[in-house]
């Protein structure tokens, strides 16, 4: 791949996380508006266009930010990038499962939480059985 090309796909790749973040910020604001909570839509969209204004921003020059947004991270990115998705995963979990208790001792069903925990241990079961046999 010629460097022009290279620099071309970094570039894209370095702009796909900061439009993620606008796309989803879009996506909440018009889930917010059609559900009568136009206030909260756009309250939501601003903060991830500010996060999306920062990636772009600090982007530049970190090299941090670069690093996860190779095409082909080195060893050590994508070290820390499978630690803190790993991180994210148990705060996720855990939070949902603190709410779930919380729902079921205020008297009430716990019901999205519960589907959350179990969906987050299903997938717990079949990664670990999927990436046993392939790692």
């Not at 630690?83 to 009430?108: D, K, Y």
Request: with cysteine; charged share 15%; glycine share 14%.
């Amino acid at each position: 791949m010629s460097m022009k090309a290279q620099r071309m796909s970094s570039n894209a790749a370095r702009r796909s996380v900061p439009g993620f973040f606008l796309a989803v910020g879009g996506a909440c604001l018009v889930a917010a508006t059609f559900g009568g909570q136009l206030v909260r839509g756009l309250v939501t969209f601003g903060i991830l266009a500010a996060c999306s204004l920062a990636l772009m921003l600090l982007g530049r020059r970190s090299e941090t930010y670069q690093g996860f947004t190779e095409k082909a991270p080195d060893e050590r990115f994508a070290r820390i990038g499978g630690l803190a998705w790993a991180g994210t995963g148990i705060v996720l979990t855990v939070g949902n499962l603190g709410a779930f208790i919380g729902e079921l001792a205020s008297g009430r069903s716990g019901d999205p939480y519960f589907w959350f925990v179990a969906t987050a241990a299903i997938s717990y079961i079949g990664l670990v059985a999927f990436l046993s046999r392939r790692i």
